[in-house]
């Protein structure tokens, strides 16, 4: 069973289109991340959803948009894609156990604009 | 501000060799450490979790430490294998910013049969 899994893992597109990746956890999980990790592998966080309501936007341009239907979920829409949005993007989650906190990667999702 | 770094950037070493990757971080404040693995083109894999209360970790022929007091974190890789060959990330959590990992720029190690 995958604990956290994202859709689709390729996305090609084209610049000024308005794209979707869809993420799931079945782990029960209360936070959730959106990250992108660019061409130098650099992994920066975008996003951070605690129970459906948005905790951190870090300076991520107003073309993407989480949204978090219910807890297990948290798609990022992206619109007006540019060039400089091609990477990788990670969903992931965390839960807190007392004072510490494990977080679990899906598995990317590599988009390429051209 | 939270800032992490990793020394160094490249590691390749001949198989069966011990190895130490080292994770530096600027506030102390932090609830736990997190070691990761991640395979080209692949996700991240979790390795260890320390605690801030705890002063290691392990698992079969993977040891972390963490010194919370110098802010540094040390992945040590026992008698290494090509199969190790990766990018190792390290990423810390705390209250002084909120419920999110910072995470390192990462190790590439590359392990030569």
């Known amino acids: 069973d995958t604990a956290v899994s994202q859709t689709p893992k390729y996305l090609v597109t084209q610049m000024g289109n308005d794209k979707s990746i869809k993420c799931e956890q079945n782990?029960?999980?209360?936070?959730m991340y959106w990250y992108k990790q660019d061409s130098k592998k650099f992994l920066k966080i975008m996003f951070s959803?605690?129970?459906?309501?948005?905790?951190i936007n870090e300076t991520v341009p107003n073309r993407f948009s989480p949204k978090s239907p219910d807890k297990a979920h948290l798609n990022l829409h992206i619109n007006s894609l540019e060039l400089g949005d091609s990477a990788v993007y990670f969903c992931?989650?965390?839960?807190?156990?007392?004072?510490?906190?494990?977080?679990?990667f899906g598995p990317g999702t590599r988009l390429t604009v051209t | 501000k939270q800032e992490v770094t990793q020394i160094p950037a490249a590691l390749s070493v001949p198989e069966g060799e011990n190895l130490v990757l080292n994770c530096s971080f600027t506030?102390?404040?932090?609830?736990?450490l997190q070691w990761f693995r991640q395979d080209p083109g692949k996700g991240l894999t979790s390795l260890l979790l320390?605690?801030?209360?705890?002063r290691e970790q392990t698992s079969g022929r993977l040891n972390a430490s963490l010194d919370k007091s110098s802010g540094r974190s040390t992945l040590y890789i026992a008698a290494s294998q090509p199969g190790d060959s990766a990018t190792y990330l390290c990423?810390?959590?705390?209250?002084?910013?909120?419920?999110?990992?910072?995470f390192g720029p990462g190790t590439r190690l590359s392990v030569l049969p």
């Open positions: 992931a989650s965390s839960q807190p156990s007392g004072l510490s906190y494990e977080q679990y």
């Open positions: 782990l029960g999980h209360d936070t």
């Open positions: 959803y605690n129970n459906k309501e948005l905790i």
């Open positions: 506030d102390s404040a932090i609830y736990n």
């Open positions: 320390i605690q801030s209360s705890q």
């Open positions: 990423a810390v959590i705390g209250w002084n910013y909120g419920q999110n990992f910072v």
